[in-house]
């Protein structure tokens, strides 16, 4: 498995697998992505942990829409593509070791 953190209020968008984008129908099903119920705080923002199979590469992050009308001079239009980490990584950040650049 392979790990992210996202912060609240930001859904996962495209993601990616070795052959490109994630196929539903060359795969019969969508990726397995998982929202743990372990969640850290950074620079007061609230970052959940997410769980995701090991064909996954990478993930588009966006805003949600109510976070996006929330704070529309922040976050219209932001796209971020997120690093995914292993879970020894995720549980260095959990005790506090470290946290992913």
Do not use: H
Request: proline residues 4%; hydrophobic residues 45%; glycine residues 6%.
């Amino acid at each position: 498995m392979k790990y992210f953190f996202l912060s609240e209020g930001w859904e996962v968008g495209r993601v990616w697998e070795l052959g490109g984008l994630w196929n539903e129908v060359a795969w019969r099903r969508k990726p397995q992505i998982e929202q743990m119920t372990v969640c850290i705080w950074e620079n007061n923002e609230k970052l959940w942990l997410y769980r995701v199979e090991e064909a996954v590469l990478m993930v588009e992050v966006k805003p949600t829409s109510m976070a996006a009308t929330a704070t529309p001079n922040n976050a219209i239009g932001q796209v971020v593509l997120k690093r995914l980490i292993s879970g020894d990584q995720a549980i260095d950040i959990l005790s506090g070791t470290s946290f992913p650049t």
